[in-house]
């Protein structure tokens, strides 16, 4: 075996002191490169455990789903499936209740969440100024998203009761004949969307202040010494510099829409409550969902209405997507 002196006399190695060099510089290198490496892997090594944790208990399920709605399941037998391809998904496209679901989560995703996002938006900006008490109206708009959506939904029920709810009531005084707020369509719907306006209007309420609080208050002292009013503050600085909030909450709604459930299955007070009453004037697709799995025992049926109420949402954000493309090649 060779030496080391005669490997550097033969070319192959360099002699020793500037092999320690080397071995100095070598370690130099690798310290520094460990150090890049800890401060510019610090951030993956601590949201790798979230990715774990979402395959697990996201994208399991989303397989397992779309595996089941490739199969006729029923809920009393679920390890017995037999192969139907895409059966499922062309019997949901001819279903005429599916379309009735879809166009009632639409409608009662629009009249809810445009109110419900106007009115956080104003309350926000109000209490963005200084007001007395201003603490405990923050805490206040959070006690509707506190309580319980069956609790909420109970109240609301009897408050907009045919013949004995406080609503009917109050137009009775001013001579207008009492409303069928559960069986006619576009009452019952009404009457939902108050629920959810109700429950979450303070909360974006609050994302909204939030974000007004985070805008630099020089961008107000520059828009008041040009002479802007309030209102022109309002719609020139505070709404530009809240924007991405503002897409925060209508991604939020919409998702929260499409997945309406609880509100519309306890307004309809029993049975008509899973089928979104007598006529399906008021079932969602959430309701849909439950009505095949759990009345009608048809899991595969059931998991392909999950697949189409994902397949909205992911609709929903294309569109999305294709609007803000367009609009940022417009300006």
């Not at 002191?17 to 370690?27: C, F, I, L, N």
């Not at 390890?79 to 496209?93: G, I, P, Q």
């Amino acid at each position: 075996m060779a030496t080391s002196t005669t490997k550097a006399l033969a070319g192959e190695e360099p002699p020793g002191p500037s092999r320690a060099g080397d071995g100095k510089e070598t370690s130099r290198r690798r310290g520094a490169w460990l150090h890049r490496l800890d401060v510019k892997g610090a951030p993956y090594a601590f949201v790798a455990p979230f990715f774990v944790v979402f395959a697990a208990f996201s994208f399991y399920p989303l397989v397992y789903t779309s595996w089941i709605s490739l199969h006729d399941v029923e809920l009393a037998t679920l390890d017995v499936m037999e192969w139907v391809a895409f059966d499922n998904y062309v019997d949901l496209w001819g279903d005429s209740r599916f379309w009735n679901a879809l166009q009632n989560t639409i409608t009662i995703g629009v009249i809810s969440t445009v109110p419900q996002l106007l009115m956080a938006l104003g309350m926000a900006h109000l209490l963005n100024y200084r007001m007395r008490a201003s603490l405990f109206f923050r805490v206040a708009s959070l006690v509707p998203y506190a309580t319980s959506v069956g609790a909420a939904a109970l109240v609301f029920t009897m408050i907009f009761e045919r013949d004995f709810g406080m609503i009917n009531w109050a137009l009775g005084t001013v001579g207008i004949d009492p409303v069928n707020w559960e069986a006619d369509k576009w009452p019952a719907q009404v009457a939902i969307s108050t629920i959810v306006i109700w429950r979450w209007t303070g909360y974006n309420a609050l994302l909204y202040l939030a974000a007004m609080q985070a805008i630099p208050a020089e961008r107000y002292e520059a828009a008041s010494l040009d002479g802007a009013s309030r209102w022109q503050q309002f719609t020139h600085v505070t709404v530009p510099g809240i924007r991405s909030t503002i897409v925060f909450t209508i991604v939020l709604s919409t998702i929260g829409a499409t997945q309406l459930f609880g509100e519309p299955l306890i307004f309809g007070q029993g049975p008509n409550g899973v089928t979104g009453g007598a006529d399906n004037q008021y079932q969602t697709l959430g309701l849909l969902l439950y009505e095949e799995g759990w009345k009608n025992y048809q899991m595969g049926r059931s998991a392909t209405v999950a697949w189409a109420m994902f397949m909205v949402l992911v609709l929903a954000f294309l569109v999305q997507r294709l609007v803000k493309r367009l609009r940022s090649r417009t300006s």
